[in-house]
């Protein structure tokens, strides 16, 4: 209910200054129009009424009403009744006539698309024939240079409102798909990359790294005994564990390392032009971080990480392979006591080798 009413008030916003301008502007047209005519004393307060009054009037009965978006929508048939009855009472002026079939064809299409046009059609129709049970039909061919000069103001001006609504509605809808994007991208509770993004992106840190022979480390992080957390303090407490570890990588990694929720309590994090010492020296402040977190409310609680490295190499032929490595480091140290930093058994063989090599 909320959100449909803010959804009409949106609208009843952007109908505002194009109704305001188009009848303000309008009528003086439909002055030059009507002034030759010597219509009755009463047709002048009421379009004054029409084109300084009621824009007004409109947005305050759409704003206050419970279904603001309906009410809007009654408002624009109101317009196209008006704009029928006045195209009647100029005996059908051929330029202020065009000038509002155009304007009120642009309102109803941009407002409703072609359901609202026909009932606009339709209503502008029903304005048109008490107009003309009121003054009887008759129809004026020629339009003076006068009444021209008159008509310039709003065609100028009501296209000029009508496109700045339209841009207006343009960069609104384009901020709200770079939100959308965003939000499918991230999980929604730690503002990090989510499962299936950040696989994407570990494929392509896997094909880059190779092809520009470039070192890469992947680091999968798993929050010790974390089910014994939720259990222990409730899954409130568990999920502030989560976004604090989640604030920590974002202070703790450059703009160019992806970290991501891997699972429930597992994270991940792509570490680009980082060697395994690099990566090592990074998840360990990491670690000691984490390891000296205390939670406000709980200070009997204890937090603490075991964390799985692997860099990437050409032998390992695919990012799946990679990832699986990492998973294995991982494996190690929750097998191993916990709390502690691992790497997989390639990793520590090439270590080996590095050590033992004659300087």
């Known amino acids: 209910m909320d959100n449909k009413r803010g959804k ?11 109704r305001v301008i188009g009848s303000g502007f309008g009528s003086i047209g439909l002055m030059a129009a009507l002034y030759p005519l010597d219509r009755s004393i009463w047709v002048w307060p009421l379009l004054l009424l029409n084109a300084f009054v009621w824009p007004h009037l409109a947005y305050q009965l759409s704003s206050r ?157 798993d929050i010790d005994h974390f089910k014994q957390i939720n259990d222990t303090y409730g899954h409130i407490v568990g999920d502030s564990v989560l976004r604090q570890l989640s604030k920590e990588l974002k202070d703790n990694l450059r703009t160019e390392d992806l970290a991501g929720r891997y699972g429930g309590d597992e994270f991940c994090v792509i570490l680009p032009n980082r060697t395994l010492d690099q990566a090592r020296e990074i998840m360990e402040r990491l670690r000691h971080v984490i390891d000296n977190y205390q939670h406000a409310d709980e200070p009997g609680l204890c937090v603490s990480l075991s964390i799985g490295l692997a860099t990437c190499r050409p032998e390992l032929l695919q990012a799946s392979t990679w990832l699986n490595e ?9 097998n191993t006591g916990r709390n502690k930093i691992s790497v997989g058994a390639a990793d520590t063989l090439a270590e080996s080798q590095l050590s033992n090599d004659p300087v």
């Open 8 to 18: 009409g008030l949106s609208f009843a916003k952007r109908i505002y200054a194009p």
């Open 65 to 221: 009403a419970t279904y603001p978006y309906r009410a809007e929508r009654r408002n624009i048939l109101i317009d196209s009744m008006c704009g029928g009855f006045w195209a009647a009472a100029i005996e059908f002026n051929p330029l202020p006539t065009v000038i509002i079939v155009s304007m009120m064809t642009m309102h109803n299409v941009a407002a409703g698309g072609p359901k609202l046009l026909v009932r606009g059609a339709l209503a502008q129709l029903a304005g048109a024939l008490v107009a003309l049970l009121l003054f009887g039909f008759a129809f004026t061919p020629h339009t003076t240079s006068l009444q021209v000069y008159a008509c310039v103001p709003v065609l100028i001006l009501y296209p000029f409102a009508v496109g700045m609504v339209s841009y207006g509605l343009a960069i609104t809808l384009a901020e709200h798909k770079r939100t959308l994007s965003t939000l499918s991208r991230t999980d929604s509770l730690t503002g990090l990359l989510n499962h299936g993004s950040w696989k994407d992106l570990l494929q392509l840190s896997f094909q880059q790294s190779l092809e520009r022979n470039s070192p890469a480390t992947l680091a999968l992080i």
């Open 326 to 334: 990492a998973d294995k480091a991982l494996y190690i140290a929750k």
